[in-house]
């Protein structure tokens, strides 16, 4: 589904906006009762530690229990599709991430539009992203990367967690922007991946940093840079991809939504405990150890996140020509 990022703007500040109905009275009482956070990828994914950890916050906050429930499946269309179709009242919440703006472009056919159904509350975080290559490889640069990849065409397999993830998503635009060649080879999740990374059977993955860390640290996998802007607390010698590449930045993100037309105070509450949950020093510690870089802001902030994510990948789908498996 594809609209012009004016368009996008438009929707993504408007999709929070409460129509003129009485439940104000509901909404100050909120949460009476427990809270669903629905999760489009299994348990243990990046998105979940986030959305775990979350709730958790919450639920010593409020005082209410704020319950993560996995629906992963069509890349995670059906568990948005789940919180689309419930009830707009903040008992039904969507751990929005990047593959939702991904999928804006890949699918045509949706029986939902994420930015008009889809109120947007806080951004949670940022997800950095690392090249990484098997160490059977030569490549210990990115220099060194792309000449092999050049010296040795179609014989590159780069590893993602399936088509239109993340790590497909992030390896097309380092293809578009060097105009090197590699065979994209899918998984059903970076587990999978990693798997075959780890036994030399593809070569490159650009992969989450939660993910890869601990194989990183062992020497397991081989990292040639981080595809963030500066360089990261957690692979402090890793350099950027930019470094390289100028201009190359790709990273995950993830967020809370909630059905279009939820109660504005509703949205709010729960924007001002994310927050405050974020701030916190341990919550913070907790989540930088997972490689997370911690974001917050207002809901209108997260709004014009998902605009320029969609506008921005939008490009790399119509480049590579990504279609649904």
């Given amino acids: 589904m594809k609209l012009p990022r004016r368009q996008f703007l438009r929707l993504a500040a408007g999709a929070a906006v409460l129509p003129a109905v009485p439940r104000i009275a509901a909404a100050q009482a909120y949460p009476t009762r427990p809270v669903r956070i629905v999760v489009t990828l299994p348990a243990g994914s990046s998105v979940d530690i986030m959305a775990r950890a979350m709730a958790q916050w919450l639920t010593e906050r409020i005082g209410q229990p704020?319950?993560?429930?996995?629906?992963?499946?069509?890349?995670?269309n059906l568990g948005t599709e789940v919180v689309v179709r419930?009830?707009?009242?903040?008992?039904?919440?969507?751990?929005?991430?990047?593959?939702?703006?991904?999928?804006?472009?890949?699918?045509?056919?949706?029986?939902?539009?994420?930015?008009?159904?889809?109120?947007?509350?806080?951004?949670?975080?940022?997800?950095?992203v690392v090249m990484e290559v098997t160490p059977s490889l030569p490549a210990r640069t990115v220099p060194d990367f792309i000449a092999y990849a050049q010296t040795n065409p179609g014989k590159v397999n780069m590893a993602s967690a399936g088509t239109g993830s993340l790590s497909h998503a992030a390896g097309e635009l380092?293809?578009?922007m060097t105009g090197i060649d590699m065979l994209h080879v899918p998984y059903?999740?970076?587990?999978?991946?990693?798997?075959?990374?780890?036994?030399?059977?593809?070569?490159?993955?650009?992969?989450?940093?939660?993910?890869?860390?601990?194989?990183?640290?062992?020497?397991?996998?081989?990292?040639?840079?981080?595809?963030?802007?500066?360089?990261l607390d957690v692979l402090p010698e890793t350099p950027?991809?930019?470094?390289?590449?100028?201009?190359?930045?790709?990273?995950?993100?993830?967020?809370?939504?909630?059905?279009?037309?939820?109660?504005i105070d509703v949205v709010d509450r729960l924007n001002k405990e994310i927050n405050l949950g974020l701030a916190d020093p341990q919550m913070k510690s907790k989540l930088s150890s997972f490689g997370y870089t911690i974001?917050?802001?207002?809901?209108?902030?997260?709004?014009?996140?998902?605009?320029?994510?969609?506008?921005?990948?939008?490009?790399?789908?119509?480049?590579?020509?990504i279609k649904p498996e």
Avoid: C
């Avoid at 798997?195 to 397991?220: C, N, W, Y």
């Avoid at 991809?241 to 930045?249: N, R």
């Fill in 86 to 128: 419930s009830a707009p009242d903040g008992y039904t919440l969507l751990l929005v991430n990047l593959g939702n703006a991904i999928n804006a472009s890949v699918y045509d056919k949706l029986s939902f539009n994420f930015i008009r159904d889809i109120a947007p509350v806080a951004w949670l975080s940022r997800t950095p």
């Fill in 240 to 263: 950027t991809v930019a470094d390289f590449v100028p201009g190359y930045e790709a990273s995950g993100w993830t967020g809370l939504g909630a059905p279009k037309g939820t109660p």
């Fill in 188 to 231: 059903r999740g970076a587990p999978q991946a990693i798997t075959d990374m780890l036994a030399g059977q593809v070569h490159v993955m650009f992969d989450v940093v939660p993910s890869s860390i601990e194989h990183i640290k062992a020497g397991r996998l081989r990292p040639l840079a981080v595809a963030t802007a500066s360089r």
């Fill in 66 to 76: 704020f319950v993560v429930d996995n629906r992963p499946g069509a890349s995670g």
């Fill in 174 to 176: 380092f293809k578009m």
């Fill in 295 to 321: 974001v917050g802001g207002t809901s209108a902030d997260f709004g014009k996140l998902i605009a320029d994510e969609t506008e921005k990948w939008a490009k790399v789908v119509k480049f590579a020509g």
